[in-house]
């Protein structure tokens, strides 16, 4: 019954995340599939981006969701990650991996779901 209900409560976060991410893409691409598993800490998605021929897959292996105690804000750090594209999955390593990014407070309450 507790895997059923996790694996409920992701698929409702990943469909939350998705309709999200896809308003802030609008004209740029649309994410076509998004999954989360809150037990592993991972994050699957492929992306489709105009001027694309195929789709951009992405995998967080390992996320980290931690509170900023002197303002209980929320920050995400992605500690782990890798594309389909090998430029991508750089650009990943370079400007992503290991950094801690603020998140807004209309989305907090949703990835608080995801600790």
Same mark, same amino acid.
């Given at each position: 019954?507790?895997?059923?209900?996790?694996?409920?409560?992701?698929?409702?976060?990943?469909?939350?995340?998705?309709v999200a991410v896809n308003t802030q893409l609008r004209?740029?691409?649309?994410?076509?599939? %998004? *999954?989360i598993d809150t037990k592993s800490k991972s994050v /699957? !998605?492929?992306? #489709?981006? &105009?001027?694309?021929?195929?789709?951009?897959?992405?995998?967080?292996?390992?996320?980290? %969701? *931690?509170?900023?105690?002197?303002?209980?804000?929320? /920050? !995400?750090?992605? #500690?782990? &990650?890798?594309?389909?594209?090998?430029?991508?999955?750089?650009?990943?390593?370079?400007?992503?991996?290991?950094?801690?990014?603020?998140?807004?407070?209309?989305?907090?309450?949703?990835?608080?779901?995801?600790?």
């Open positions: 019954m507790r895997n059923f209900l996790r694996r409920s409560k992701d698929a409702t976060v990943a469909f939350t995340a998705r004209g740029i691409g649309k994410v076509t599939e %998004l *999954s /699957r !998605l492929r992306v #489709e981006l &105009a001027g694309e021929q195929e789709p951009i897959e992405v995998h967080v292996t390992r996320y980290r %969701l *931690s509170n900023d105690g002197a303002e209980a804000e929320v /920050r !995400l750090t992605i #500690e782990e &990650a890798t594309a389909s594209r090998e430029w991508l999955t750089k650009v990943l390593q370079e400007f992503v991996i290991g950094q801690s990014f603020a998140v807004p407070e209309k989305a907090q309450s949703l990835l608080k779901l995801l600790v």
